[in-house]
């Protein structure tokens, strides 16, 4: 009996190779999963409590690679490492690492040159990094830890609420968050600026 997964809308699958990667042995449910993952994400947002970055540290491929380690390295063998399959979500594979790195670029010039406000950054960042799908899962929660980072400790502004929910389970709070990726997805932030304050 191998590691059994069932998923809401939204989420992304698990390839079978992926799941080799699992580093605690004892999990045979989501549900599972789903708390020793928690546990991991509670361990990196404690470790960032109190921290500030420079745009340099945070824009960077290493500083997201090594959030995601944070966030999933005691449960995943590959997190960090940028996914090496397609997925029903993101840009292909062998995109990843050069989506990431021009997603750092425009990322400096906005905060350089005003372009946007913090929250417009945090936001616009998050919302291009889960749409590249850098990993092979946990880049919805990825994605928003990283603007919670760049608007909290580099902005210094309060992070986001984000429904004030942890998005996992197939709820209203998870169906208006998909709603607002989605429409971000076709060009208008709105309800994705909404929903991160919510």
Request: net charge neutral; with cysteine.
């Amino acid at each position: 009996m191998g590691l059994e997964l069932h998923y809401a809308d939204g989420q992304t699958p698990i390839d079978e190779d992926e799941k080799l990667g699992l580093l605690i042995s004892t999990i045979s449910t989501k549900s599972e999963l789903d708390e020793f993952e928690q546990l991991n994400i509670e361990g990196a947002i404690q470790w960032l409590k109190g921290k500030k970055f420079k745009g340099s540290e945070v824009f960077s491929e290493s500083f997201v690679c090594m959030i995601h380690r944070r966030m999933y390295g005691s449960v995943w063998s590959w997190a960090s490492k940028f996914r090496s399959t397609n997925k029903n979500i993101g840009v292909d594979k062998f995109q990843v690492s050069q989506s990431l790195r021009m997603l750092c670029n425009d990322a400096h010039y906005w905060v350089e040159h005003e372009v946007y406000s913090p929250e417009e950054i945090a936001i616009r960042f998050k919302h291009r990094l889960v749409s590249i799908h850098c990993f092979p899962n946990g880049n919805g929660r990825h994605s928003r830890l990283m603007a919670d980072v760049i608007i909290e400790n580099f902005f210094g502004q309060m992070h986001f609420s984000w429904g004030s929910q942890n998005l996992i389970s197939q709820d209203d709070a998870r169906r208006a968050y998909i709603d607002a990726v989605r429409k971000a997805d076709r060009g208008n932030l709105s309800p994705l600026f909404q929903f991160s304050r919510s």
